[in-house]
């Protein structure tokens, strides 16, 4: 299984199915938090997107508030 996106990751995200839900963190080194919900929103397909504050990638998913904002984002 590849995670990276595929050459046309616009297409990509219209064809997701099931309800999307963005987690990432304000620090993250390899993606733009920023960016997830204009970028799903060109694409068709709006979804809630949750920022931690003070959270790297690996961040995500070893610091406690961080985690707890990925779990929130399941239930909803």
Same mark, same amino acid.
């Given at each position: 299984?590849?995670? /990276?996106?595929?050459?046309?990751?616009? #297409?990509?995200?219209?064809? *997701? /199915?099931?309800?999307? +839900?963005? @987690?990432?963190? &304000?620090?993250?080194? @390899?993606?733009?938090?920023?960016?997830? *919900?204009?970028?799903?929103? &060109?694409? #068709? /397909?709006?979804?809630? @997107?949750?920022?931690?504050? #003070?959270? +790297?990638?690996?961040?995500?998913?070893?610091?406690?508030? *961080?985690?707890? *904002?990925?779990? &929130?984002?399941?239930?909803?």
């Amino acid at each position: 299984m590849n995670f /990276r996106p595929q050459a046309d990751y616009l #297409g990509d995200i219209r064809q *997701a /199915r099931g309800q999307l +839900s963005i @987690v990432a963190g &304000q620090d993250d080194e @390899v993606f733009h938090a920023d960016r997830y *919900a204009p970028l799903f929103a &060109q694409a #068709g /397909r709006p979804v809630p @997107v949750a920022v931690v504050p #003070g959270t +790297s990638h690996i961040g995500l998913v070893l610091e406690p508030r *961080a985690v707890q *904002a990925v779990a &929130q984002a399941c239930t909803a």
